[in-house]
């Protein structure tokens, strides 16, 4: 379990993290979105114990991560896929860190095979692409083979095979009872991966729920078009939906709010309304993102200071 | 402590910029051996007032070369040690694998000691076996037999050794690679030479310029091109050594309290 509970650092004025409280339960993949800048990397590094704290605290099973003695046993983190001297290969990069970690070469050669890159353990990082990079930072989170895996933008290079066989590694993990806490700035790169989620902007907590709740927040609309609009308004009034006329290449077409295109459809048939089209546009958890997020209005100020 | 050893023993052999630098190094100091072996057998002109340097004096500030003009290659090791972890973002991992800041930095000040002993003995070896061929060829002998000559001559090496150490707080102090690098080469090639010789011929700061590293690091070797050549004189060796330890402490504890203090972004 991942506490997060009241965790603020300012930099100079910027407040990159803002009072922010939330916990990361086992067993599940939760997502940690926010756009770039909104606090994420910094909030991580704080539970990893690189950057203190203004205020809060950020613990793992009630201790701070400093606390733990062979931290990496319990907690398993990638920051960033840039955390390479680009002249030691593959393998030594692991056997650097697996002294202090407790564990041996063999185990080094075994997680290299695992992430897919046996054949580049002789190869230096230096020549490595950026997934081959991400592979390689997620071996080194997986070394002491721990029980809290925390990942940063693990996604950020991959190709799409790459994201499917991370995506059913993340699940396999929580599926162990791991838990397991995955940060991104794009809701649909972790859309099918993710059980929990948690969205902060500008440092500030604004969702933390199920996926499936944020879902329920996604708005539906049908898009529906008659060449007698008059008929249909008053279609539509009758059924007191809520409605927007719009206007699209000339035709006048009308949003209907929160139905399905099949009632739309049947209330017409049943009017003698003639329909020309009628388009269902699905959850589009994407945008309720970003509205969260208010990455619809304008640039965020804090963006560029904490990533 | 072990671990955090071990860790870094592994971080030193999997990278090879060290090795250029002790490459690089056996190659200069051998040349310059080969050098100042030659110029210290030279006769001065009639008149011209300059002190031959002759019997042991002149072996040691052969054999001594190491420390007074090579020292830079230990440096730069060091200092590179730690800002390469800044450079490539490696200290992230490192501090994860072991939050303890204090091991972090004493490991890594151990391990580069090891690492400035092979410096001091690659550098030492090369300006001897460069030098001591013409020293008895044309000179008063090499004096390789002598205990006034060895005895400098292995302080050469944990002098040079030392120098590694003090790089490494250099680099936790300027944990900027490209820095650091200009710094250490501006200073050991420039600044201090300039210092020595300026504060050396201005009657108050005379006193001083003996407790610059460099001075301080020929004090503990008991052998001082500077010196030998009369320019500037030197601290006893136990006060050398003391002062020359001391830029090393100093650089690293000034260095865990801010670098190492602060947030690692």
């Known amino acids: ?307 | 402590m072990r671990a955090a050893l071990v860790s870094e023993y592994r971080k030193w052999a999997s990278t090879r910029m060290w090795w250029i630098l002790l490459i690089v190094m056996a190659a200069y100091m051998a040349f310059l051996g080969v050098v100042m072996a030659f110029t210290v057998t030279l006769q001065p002109a009639e008149g011209s007032g300059a002190m031959p340097i002759d019997g042991i004096d002149a072996a040691l500030t052969v054999y001594t070369l190491g420390n007074a003009l090579g020292y830079v290659f230990p440096l730069l090791a060091g200092a590179m040690s730690m800002t390469a972890e800044f450079r490539y973002q490696t200290i992230t991992p490192a501090l994860l694998a072991d939050p303890r800041r204090s091991v972090f930095l004493g490991a890594k000040l151990l391990s580069a000691v090891l690492i400035g002993l092979a410096f001091g003995v690659v550098g030492t070896l090369a300006s001897v076996a460069g030098g001591a061929p013409i020293l008895a060829l044309r000179g008063d002998g090499a004096f390789l037999g002598s205990t006034d000559v060895l005895v400098p001559v292995l302080l050469s090496v944990v002098a040079l050794a030392i120098w590694a150490f003090v790089g490494v707080g250099v680099g936790t102090l300027i944990t900027n690679q490209v820095a650091a690098i200009v710094v250490v080469l501006a200073f050991t090639q420039f600044v201090e030479p300039i210092l020595r010789l300026g504060m050396g011929a201005v009657e108050l700061l005379e006193g001083a310029a003996k407790f610059l590293p460099g001075a301080a690091s020929e004090a503990l070797v008991g052998a001082s091109t500077y010196a030998s050549l009369g320019m500037s004189d030197l601290l006893q060796r136990p006060a050398g050594a003391l002062v020359f330890l001391a830029y090393g402490l100093l650089f690293a504890v000034i260095g865990r309290f801010t670098t190492l203090r602060r947030d690692i972004t």
């Open chain 1, 1 to 307: 379990m991942i506490s997060i509970d009241s965790l603020t650092k300012t930099f100079g004025t910027v407040r990159a993290v803002d009072d922010l409280t939330f916990e990361v339960r086992p067993g599940v993949v939760t997502g940690f979105l926010g756009p770039n800048g909104s606090g994420k990397t910094t909030t991580l590094r704080m539970l990893l114990g690189l950057v203190s704290p203004t205020a809060g605290r950020a613990t793992i099973d009630g201790r701070e991560y400093a606390q733990i003695p062979q931290p990496a046993r319990v907690v398993g983190a990638a920051l960033e896929a840039a955390s390479f001297h680009p002249g030691r290969t593959g393998l030594d990069h692991l056997r650097v860190f697996a002294p202090q970690v407790g564990v041996s070469d063999q185990r080094c050669r075994e997680l290299l095979e695992m992430v897919g890159l046996a054949d580049a353990a002789k190869r230096r990082v230096g020549g490595f692409s950026l997934g081959m990079r991400q592979r390689l930072a997620l071996a080194t989170t997986l070394l002491g083979d721990p029980p809290v895996l925390v990942l940063d933008e693990p996604a950020n290079g991959l190709d799409p095979g790459g994201i499917r066989w991370l995506r059913e590694l993340l699940r396999h993990f929580a599926a162990q009872g791991r838990t397991v806490l995955v940060s991104s700035h794009v809701l649909s790169e972790v859309q099918q991966t993710v059980d929990d989620v948690v969205i902060i902007s500008r440092g500030r907590l604004v969702h933390a729920s199920p996926l499936a709740e944020l879902a329920a927040q996604a708005e539906r609309h049908v898009d529906v078009v008659s060449p007698d609009a008059e008929a249909l308004k008053a279609v539509l009034d009758a059924q007191r939906w809520s409605y927007a006329p719009a206007s699209h290449d000339g035709t006048r077409v009308f949003r209907v709010a929160d139905v399905a295109a099949a009632q739309v459809g049947a209330a017409a048939y049943a009017a003698g309304v003639e329909l020309h089209a009628l388009t269902q546009t699905e959850v589009e958890l994407e945008d309720v993102f970003l509205r969260l997020t208010g990455q619809t209005d304008q640039p965020d100020a804090v963006q560029e200071v904490a990533a």
